[in-house]
T-cell receptor
Framework: GEDVEQSLFLSVREGDSSVINCTYT??????LYWYKQEPGAGLQLLTY?????DMKQDQRLTVLLNKKDKHLSLRIADTQTGDSAIYFC?????????FGPGTRLSVLP | NAGVTQTPKFQVLKTGQSMTLQCAQD?????MSWYRQDPGMGLRLIHY???????DQGEVPNGYNVSRSTTEDFPLRLLSAAPSQTSVYFC?????????????FGPGTRLTVT
């Protein structure tokens, strides 16, 4: 089956850029997603990218997709304390979504 | 439009007890699913449904049952609770048409089994 991997922790200083990385194994992935989970809450969709794209930009967020290496990244520009959360990479595999373990982003003042 | 609602928010059970976690959505979504979230393991799919009357197992179905008698509701039953089922449970729904580009999540149920 599909396997989605992420590093578990990332710390950055306020105002710096954050880059969260994800790797996946399914070469037939159609859509890849980034979700954000704030403490005590469910997951919310941040952005997604279609597999025929290699980049998508949405305000402070930039998603890069390298299909050859099965590597997805999420860049957050000008990271703020409100960006502190857990970020999940997810793949639509068949009928179901497969999530990575989540990267906990800590933003230091 | 309430989105996806879950009850209860918190629950403590003793080993061997049974209970039902409730999930409802008002977006007329065909697809609904249950996940459990454990530290360092992300979300693991328990059961899912692609429409009323249709359910299937996910990655970790043992110890859980589901049913889908209506489009709106997708309850998760714990038959005989075990400490290994201590977790945070999320229900989610999405449309199965178009780009399938968003799953909507409920706020979660934090379950502790002692």
């Amino acid at each position: 089956g599909e396997d989605v991997e992420q590093s578990l922790f990332l710390s950055v200083r306020e105002g710096d850029s954050s880059v969260i990385n994800c790797t996946y194994t399914d070469s037939s992935s159609t859509y890849l997603y980034w979700y954000k989970q704030e403490p005590g809450a469910g997951l919310q969709l941040l952005t997604y990218i279609f597999s025929n794209m290699d980049m998508k930009q949405d305000q402070r967020l930039t998603v890069l997709l390298n299909k050859k290496d099965k590597h997805l990244s999420l860049r957050i520009a000008d990271t703020q304390t409100g960006d502190s959360a857990i970020y999940f990479c997810a793949d639509l595999y068949g009928q179901n979504f497969v999530f990575g373990p989540g990267t906990r982003l800590s933003v230091l003042p | 439009n309430a989105g996806v609602t879950q009850t209860p928010k918190f629950q403590v059970l003793k080993t061997g007890q049974s209970m039902t976690l409730q999930c409802a959505q008002d977006m007329n979504h065909e697809y609904m699913s249950w996940y459990r979230q454990d530290p360092g393991m992300g979300l693991r799919l328990i059961h899912y449904s692609v429409g009323a009357g249709i359910t299937d197992q996910g990655e970790v179905p043992n110890g859980y049952n589901v049913s889908r008698s209506t489009t709106e509701d997708f309850p998760l039953r714990l038959l005989s609770a075990a400490p290994s089922q201590t977790s945070v449970y999320f229900c989610a729904s999405s449309s199965t048409t178009g780009a399938r580009n968003e799953q909507y999540f409920g706020p979660g149920t934090r379950l502790t089994v002692t």
